[in-house]
């Protein structure tokens, strides 16, 4: 084993030059990618005249356009970049996100999608305000879609950096935050031009692309072991230093109390966390019907399981052909470890290389940019038709007036994506994920729930939910380990103010949002309108008079 792992270190040590020789290559195909999204956004751009356009695509897209869109949506850097690096650095217990991301879509299936479609017209806002107070669950809902979406976006922004990072050579953290910068600045062009036509075939194009990416860097793999996957999970535990422990459970999640406590909430927060996430919620509201929304997520279970599982061999191959200590050298997180394991595919210092390097980034940057816009927008659309036209102008803003407001807030929201983002360059970025779902599961789920199926639901426990769920899961995370304590991966370097100990706060906040819900309604002095719950339990199960 040595003399092969020191010559392959020096292989790697002699990428840094042949990536240099090639960077005009790579360059040219990166750009290209950028340049071919941007002109799909235009020409969608061109197509966009009303609201309904702008939130929903004008609710033209088939079951199986959106299903590819969903999963363009959903497969973020976190699934790419994240779980790859989780793998090749953790084995068993990385492999424990693909598995929570991918169950998470039958809660979404069987509970959310339908009756969503049905009962909504552009935001989670529209469901709650049916047989609520209009202007405090709107501004509520309004709160917890931006901040749910910032959180997720850190994650995305952490990706970008790290990608073209290693793609330009880029070694310093000014360089790391002006690349952050970038990315913000051209998701703010995709959804100010394109709204959500331009997104949806961002998404749609990107996710074709990510799985042939992906499905070609799988077959590479299994090649180089002979398709022979005993030899590649051997392979991969030998070189992790780990032996057979990086096969089985608990090397990052089981060695003390506390890390069983961290997985469970993990567990928690990723299957729970899709059906409140507000840019996969509005997506249900870019189908013609009920029926279609279903449909579309099926399609998505099928695309996203199929990637999950080659994520499994992205993983473990980089593992075994690459190495903990290489992939952590590019990034601590391991974020890195699928473009290193592109080049070393391609064959490290040869054309093929850098040419599968540039192209498998530029796959994972275009889903990066795909992911953000969809995030971006879903934030923008709750501002401008929850807050603004219906809190603020009390419902008598005009569509253009709204739609404004929404490029207004898309140019904020991507400003504050850019600052926090800046902080989060070196986390890995499905951990940042897990915590966004754990804010929407904490927030948004239990509200949506109790509205759609409990008829004593009210104003009062709408509100103490979504803002009990959301500070409480707020306030978890600003104190645990993820903000600071940790010197390699904390946001805040140098500085300790930790004294939650779990890095997921989803096993408290999670569990908090229903009981306050709950407890909100039944202390709450007003009378539900039961006639109201009627309707909208009519409407949302057979979708009579849906939008």
């Known amino acids: 084993m040595s003399a092969a792992y020191h010559s392959h270190t020096a292989v790697q040590l002699a990428a840094g030059s042949s990536t240099t020789e090639h960077r005009p290559l790579i360059i040219t195909l990166f750009a290209v990618f950028v340049a071919a999204t941007l002109g799909i956004t235009v020409w969608a751009g061109r197509q966009t005249r009303s609201a309904s356009d702008f939130y929903a695509g004008g609710r033209q897209f088939t079951a199986f356009q959106n299903g590819l869109a969903v999963s363009g949506d959903y497969m973020s850097a976190a699934s790419f970049l994240g779980i790859a690096g989780a793998i090749a650095l953790f084995g068993y217990d990385g492999f424990l996100y693909s598995i929570g991301f991918l169950v998470a879509w039958l809660v979404a299936l069987l509970l959310v999608a339908e009756p969503l479609r049905n009962s909504g017209r552009y935001t989670m806002g529209d469901v709650l305000a049916y047989r609520m107070r209009q202007r405090p669950v709107r ?290 970025v499905a951990g940042l994920v897990a915590l966004a779902f754990a804010v929407a599961a904490s927030a948004n789920l239990p509200t949506i729930l109790y509205s759609l199926f409990w008829k004593r639901f009210t104003t009062q426990g709408a509100l103490w939910s979504i803002y009990g769920g959301l500070a409480s899961s707020v306030i978890l995370v600003l104190f645990s380990p993820v903000v600071s304590g940790n010197p390699k991966t904390s946001m805040f370097k140098g500085v300790d103010f930790a004294w939650f100990p779990l890095e997921n706060p989803g096993l408290i906040s999670i569990p908090l949002g229903f009981l306050l819900g709950w407890i909100g309604s039944l202390l709450s002095k007003e009378e539900p309108d039961k006639g109201k719950y009627a309707e909208l339990e009519v409407k949302s199960l057979t979708g009579v008079g849906a939008h």
């Open 139 to 428: 501004t509520a809902s309004g709160v917890s879609t931006i901040v749910v979406s910032i959180f997720y976006l850190l994650a995305q922004m952490a990706g970008a950096g790290v990608l073209v990072s290693l793609l330009l050579g880029i070694t310093s953290d000014a360089g790391k935050i002006l690349i952050v910068a970038l990315v913000g600045v051209l998701m703010i062009v995709y959804v100010t031009i394109g709204g959500m036509k331009g997104t949806t075939w961002v998404q749609m194009v990107k996710a074709v692309l990510l799985i042939a990416g992906a499905l070609l860097m799988t077959f590479l793999v299994l090649l180089k072991f002979d398709f022979n996957i005993s030899d590649l999970l051997g392979t991969a535990a030998e070189k992790s230093g780990h032996g057979a422990a990086f096969l089985e459970p608990g090397l990052k999640y089981g060695a003390t109390g506390t890390s069983k406590l961290d997985f469970l909430s993990l567990g928690i927060a990723l299957v729970l966390g899709t059906a409140g996430l507000p840019h996969i919620l509005i997506r249900f509201y870019t189908v013609p019907t009920a029926k279609a929304a279903r449909k579309s997520v099926n399609w998505a279970i099928g695309i996203i399981g199929a990637f999950y599982l080659m994520t499994i061999a992205l993983g473990f191959g980089a593992a075994a052909l690459i190495g903990p200590d290489e992939i952590k050298a590019k990034n601590p997180a391991g974020n890195a470890a699928a473009p290193q394991l592109a080049e070393y595919l391609g064959g490290v210092g040869t054309t093929g290389g850098a040419v599968l390097l540039a192209v498998i980034s530029a796959v994972a940057f275009a889903t990066i940019l795909a992911v953000v816009a969809g995030l971006t927008l879903a934030s923008s659309s709750s501002f401008a038709h929850d807050i603004y036209a219906n809190v603020i102008r009390r419902g008598k803003a005009t569509e253009k007036e709204e739609m404004r407001a929404a490029r207004w807030a898309t140019v904020l929201i991507g400003a504050v994506a850019i600052v926090l983002g800046a902080f989060a360059r070196d986390m890995n």
